[in-house]
């Protein structure tokens, strides 16, 4: 058969980063050895705007230039977004990496879905340490932590290499202790 | 030979072809700097302004102008570029088509999208298809790797004394421009002494041998400067394979007119241009494990349109389905049209079908790419008949 990709299903605001953090996951995987893909989908763009962004992983090389439809992993960046159709063609197996404060019943509650659940309070830990709630690199960590497609140290790497040239030394610091506790704190059942 | 992945880059398509103009270095590059451009040009103002480059950068009004600028740079004697997409080409085609008729070996990367109206953003080619019949050679790329380098091997093509025509490398809008994947790139030093310096040929600011750049040319030698064009293209045919073997000398990439996959033993074969290529053959291997002799030519260069390839690889095949993502209103689709005509000679014609598919970035999945195969195999498919995919009745 051919390749099995990995795919990942961002659903962010526009605003919060979810492409950004589906560009820096395909930087990071790459240097482990793996192919990837980063693309947006665009619409009116306006900030606030729901927007999703995709993600494909995998050993060879990608040939499928499609949406993605059945992902592995949905990443869901704010949970006013939360409804069905979010987990449209995530199987039972795949997983679910919420940013929410209401824990795992709300996410259940409002997807109906099965499977793995994660949640994180991303935007809170944003909010401490960078003082913005842009939740990304939370996320990214947290992402990092739950499918293992790639080490918390890469995404780290990446996220200063990514951040050096715009940010301050000490933003870019926050930024990697924001990865940091998204890996460690997110919370997994199911 | 395989690139190791862990040594490749992640770039956007915009992004790999605007490190292919920082390594070409042209001397100008024009350019609308807004909506329908592409973040190629933006990557690349970004390398003007911060010195990387010596280019001399010409933001203008319009896409009119800006192919005007560079048709006048080019009569100068300069390397000069542009990029565009969309109804910016649209506006551009006057100028377009007198680019190619004063033979002035311009590289223009183009992001594919739809033309208004109704207005739309998203990846289709009729964009590049009404500037089919303009007098550039046009290169349809799969993924942003041959993108970049269809960029730069493209230099040679354009500035070679046989051609001296200019060249498009299209790319798919958003899915290959936007999306991000890994590239490899050459080293600076290789890629500027793969293309050289450009040798102008009769260049206007050459005041010891003055010259004349588009006057009046009734039918006293209209025509005959004509044929020579059309003669020029026809060259295209022996100058790109040497070209190409020089580029995969320094990359280990082999580009061609066509790229056969599965084809060996193939009796059912797909036609297709651009990113959805790769989603054909991802179908073709899946649909192989099922037991269904299947097989994709990918098209790479659709002007000059690769005939001969065209008949050595389709000729006696059972069917042969034909993509097109964009449509000929009144008559048949431009791949479809072209393929047809083709095999016209041929002493064992396939089975022909037309599917129009993807305008306006409307997606195309396996499902939809085996639904077509499903059918020709079948043997439901009319010649001549048009259908669709991912359309909804």
């Excluded at chain 2, 298809?129 to 046009?138: P, T, V």
């Excluded at chain 2, 790797?145 to 798919?172: C, F, G, K, W």
């Excluded at chain 2, 580009?255 to 053959?281: C, I, Q, R, W």
């Excluded at chain 2, 077509?372 to 009745?393: H, M, N, P, Q, W």
Aim: charged residues 25%.
């Amino acid at each position: 058969m051919p390749a099995k990709y990995f795919e990942i299903r961002w659903h962010g605001r526009a605003g919060q980063g979810a492409k950004s953090a589906s560009q820096l996951l395909a930087e990071s995987v790459l240097e482990f050895g793996k192919y990837a893909q980063a693309f947006p989908e665009y619409g009116a763009e306006r900030s606030g705007a729901p927007m999703k962004a995709f993600n494909r992983v995998s050993d060879e090389k990608i040939l499928i230039h499609s949406s993605v439809e059945n992902p592995d992993v949905v990443v869901v960046f704010d949970d006013t977004l939360l409804s069905p159709s979010v987990v449209q063609g995530l199987s039972e197996d795949g997983t679910l990496i919420v940013n929410t404060t209401k824990g795992e019943d709300l996410v259940r509650a409002k997807t109906k879905f099965c499977g793995k659940v994660c949640v994180i309070d991303a935007t809170d830990i944003a909010l401490q340490e960078i003082k913005r709630g842009i939740p990304n690199t939370v996320m990214l960590g947290a992402v990092a932590k739950t499918t293992g497609i790639l080490s918390l140290e890469a995404v780290q790497r990446k996220v200063r290499l990514m951040f050096e040239k715009k940010l301050t030394p000490e933003a870019v610091e926050a930024n990697i202790r924001a990865v940091q506790r998204g890996y460690e704190e997110v919370s997994c059942s199911g | 030979m395989m690139e190791k992945v862990a040594q490749m880059i992640a770039v956007t398509g915009a992004q790999a072809v605007a490190h292919a103009m920082r390594q070409i270095e042209p001397d100008v590059v024009a350019a609308y700097p807004i909506t329908p451009q592409t973040p190629i040009v933006e990557y690349f103002a970004k390398f003007v302004a911060d010195g990387v480059v010596k280019t001399e950068m010409i933001p203008v009004e319009s896409e009119h102008s800006a192919m005007s600028a560079v048709v006048g740079a080019a009569a100068a004697g300069a390397r000069a570029m542009t990029a565009t997409s969309a109804n910016g080409l649209a506006l551009m085609h006057e100028i377009v088509y007198i680019a190619a008729s004063t033979r002035l070996p311009v590289v223009m990367p183009v992001v594919n999208r739809a033309l208004s109206g109704p207005i739309n953003i998203h990846c289709d080619h009729s964009d590049t298809m009404a500037e089919r019949d303009s007098g550039w050679i046009q290169f349809y790329v799969e993924d942003a790797q041959e993108a970049y380098d269809l960029t730069i091997l493209s230099v040679r093509l354009a500035e070679h004394e046989h051609v001296r025509l200019p060249v498009m490398v299209n790319q798919d809008g958003f899915i290959i421009s936007h999306g991000v994947e890994p590239v490899s790139f050459l080293p600076d030093d290789v890629v500027k002494k793969f293309v050289g310096e450009l040798k102008p040929i009769y260049p206007l600011l050459d005041t010891e041998h003055p010259v004349t750049y588009g006057p009046l040319d009734l039918y006293d030698y209209y025509f005959e400067h004509k044929r020579q064009q059309i003669e020029a293209m026809k060259n295209v045919e022996k100058v790109f394979p040497e070209v190409a073997q020089e580029f995969f000398k320094i990359s280990g990439r082999k580009y061609s007119f066509v790229e056969p996959y599965k084809l060996d033993d193939a009796e059912h074969v797909m036609v297709a241009l651009g990113s959805t290529n790769g989603t054909v053959k991802y179908t073709v291997d899946k649909m192989r494990e099922e037991g269904c002799k299947v097989g994709l030519l990918k098209i790479w260069m659709f002007r000059p349109f690769p005939k001969d390839e065209i008949q050595r690889y389709l000729t006696g095949r059972k069917s042969v389905v034909v993509l097109d993502r964009s449509a000929s209103f009144g008559a048949e689709a431009p791949l479809y049209e072209a393929v047809k005509s083709s095999l016209y000679e041929s002493a064992s014609r396939p089975l022909l079908s037309s599917f129009i598919y993807g305008l306006g970035g409307r997606g195309i999945a396996i499902e939809d790419v085996e639904e077509a195969f499903e059918k020709s195999i079948s043997g439901e498919l009319v010649t001549d008949y048009e259908y669709y995919l991912g359309l909804r009745e």
